[in-house]
């Protein structure tokens, strides 16, 4: 008989496959294989990790029968610590923001464990804050924390489990290894089995275009899972070979490529890991074997990734040939930078701006460009503006968050432009975003100068 004799004893071993059709499309030699770790029970890389902090703390004798793991997390860590506490009769309490979906919520508390959402709009040191919640409730249920981002036997379980079996699966002949990186325990515990069994194999962590690793600032960036605004403790420079950069637009494009063409469905993370390692294959010969790590699936991805709606709304998808982008491109320079406010700009500055340019709205944003669309929280309108100042004039002095309206509805560079219109009929002003970030606001009058200079160009559908 060949029965496991729990789910936790099915982590690892997950499967390596070739990825034969994109190579041929690529026309490249190396072979591309793909380390599939879909097929663990959680549906992701992070079973791995789990396990071995959970075994790790019972053996340090911080987790006790019938004890409490507290950990704040929204993602697949979560996933695989219910998993395994589920196993071994353990509660779980995991802590989320307000910003994370229901169904997060809902598949984490479908294993029977305790979710408990926190305000993302707080300061860090908040009492109503993540960090301060999850530390609370450590406290106060005596509970043991993982905490993934600093826990040594994140990077062992990569150590003792992927590092060997991608030796095995390849006989010894693997010479990359391409992973995303996030706590970094996937490619650093990997890797440390890999280069102790040959140091010639090359490790390659490819990271979202914004994120620390590769030089970012630690946003803005849309990709979920990977990179980082800060150095976790298993990164180590000395064991990577080379950083890869992926954009979003990259990375998303090439998870629905990737779901495509060979069949696996994969999410933003996993087609990031596939643009680097393509990039690396580029570089490589017949007998090389360049192994990518695909941690999770894209079904965590329908409504964003796999959604035509989402992708052209953020500026991914290019719906038709006449649309957004060409009004942009009609407008030139005035859409070359985008203007803006911070949420801390007075109303003064908001209007001098307007002034200065001649323009009537501006998004107000959070940080300094380039922003994500997630950074925009709201907008000023010259018009409303002044209403308040004639009510009170005091008001010049209030900061733009005070008196701020909403956010101005969005339209993609690739969406049409009877699209832009619809939304135009009870807004203003739209927000244009390409790749995922705000790249200019877009009024009737700016379609009006684009139709006007097509026509007077003598366009064919004149
Ligand atoms: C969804 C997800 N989580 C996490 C990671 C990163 O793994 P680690 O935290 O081990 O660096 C990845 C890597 O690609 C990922 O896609």
Known sequence: MNIASSVS????????????RTMEIEGLPAV?????ETTNPGGSAKDRPALEMILAAERDGLLEPGGTIVEPTSGNTGVGLAIVAAQRGYDCVFVMTDKNGAEKIDLLKAYGAEVVVCPVAVAPDDPRSYYKVAERLTHERNAFRPNQYAN????LAHTKTTGPELWEQTAGRITHF????????TITGTARYLKERNADIRIVAADPEGSVFSGGSGRPYLVEGVGEDFYPAAWDPDLYDEVIAVSDADSFAMARRVSQEEGILIG??????????IEVAKRAGPDDIVVVLNPDSG????SRIFNDDWMANFGFLTECDQCVGAVVDARGDAMAQLLYVNPSHTVRTAIDLMREHGISQVPVCKNTPPFAAAEVSGSVD?????????????AMDLPVERVMSPKLPTVGVGQKIEYALELLHTSPALLVLAGGR?????????????????????????
């Open 9 to 20: 004893d099915l982590i690892g071993g997950t499967p390596l496959v070739r990825m034969k």
């Open 32 to 36: 591309l294989a793909m380390k599939m």
């Open 152 to 155: 040594p036997n994140n990077p």
């Open 178 to 185: 391409v992973a995303g990186a996030g706590t970094c325990g």
């Open 268 to 277: 933003g993370s996993g087609g990031l890991a596939v643009a680097a390692a």
């Open 299 to 302: 079904r965590g991805y329908l």
């Open 382 to 394: 010259e018009l409303e503006l002044m209403e308040q100042i004639a009510g009170d004039p005091s």
């Open 438 to 462: 705000p790249l200019g606001v877009l009024t009737r009058s700016d379609i009006l100068a684009y139709f006007d200079q097509r026509l007077g160009a003598g366009d064919a559908t004149r």
